[in-house]
């Protein structure tokens, strides 16, 4: 086991908190400050593959966006594609390949790093009429950034099994469904390990 302090340029006694840590297992990695994304990234570089299992924490809550998307497509408007704004989306192919495995749709990062204000540069550009419209302002406007993550057949499988076990374990946990089993979900969670590894 081994614990990851990454330090990003705070002014507070963190590094020299640390530092104090006579353990082998604790280690801090110091970086100028560059935001929160970046150092997430620095860790996931650093931890490797064990830092894959916070990843993909994040990605099952990603199944938050899976409800939303399913519950957009039961009324008729197919979602085929997400476009993501923002540091992690940025600066994490790791963390896009795994949205992209637990939603089963591609995912593409927007073009531009003010995503959230270009909206309100589109109304303004049609108000003005520069655009006859919405749809013809955002074609214009909303450039994606080259490359995307398509969801690949067998992670999504093995995503959809663990998704079908964090519902249920939510609805039983949260009093939604208090008859659920819960008897096999350990090995069900055994057996998706064994068939990933293989």
């Keep these: ?20 840590i006579e353990d082998s297992r604790v280690r801090l990695i110091s970086q100028k400050n560059s935001g929160k994304a970046h150092a997430l990234q620095k860790g996931v570089a650093a931890a490797g593959s064990l830092c894959r299992v916070w990843a993909e924490r994040l990605g099952l809550r990603a199944g938050i966006p899976i409800a939303i998307g399913e519950r957009i497509e039961e009324y008729g408007v197919p979602v085929k594609r997400i476009v993501c704004a923002g540091g992690i989306a940025e600066k994490s192919p790791m963390l896009m390949q795994i949205y992209a ?42 450039p994606v950034k080259p490359g995307q993550h398509k969801p690949r057949p067998a ?39 064994r068939s990933a590894a293989k």
Aim: charged content about 20%; some cysteine.
């Design 155 to 193: 992670a999504r499988k093995a995503y959809d099994r663990i998704c079908q076990l964090y519902r249920e374990l939510h609805d039983a946990f949260g009093g939604v469904n208090r008859s659920a089993d819960l008897s096999r979900t350990m090995k069900e969670l055994l057996e998706i390990k």
């Design 1 to 20: 086991m081994q614990i990851l302090v990454i330090d990003d340029g705070s002014t507070d006694a963190t590094a020299g908190t640390v530092l104090a």
């Design 101 to 142: 495995d637990v939603t089963g749709r591609t995912m593409q990062v927007a073009g531009s790093s003010q995503a959230c204000a270009l909206g309100s540069a589109i109304s303004a550009a049609v108000l003005a009429g520069e655009f006859r419209g919405f749809s013809s302002a955002q074609k214009a406007m909303t």
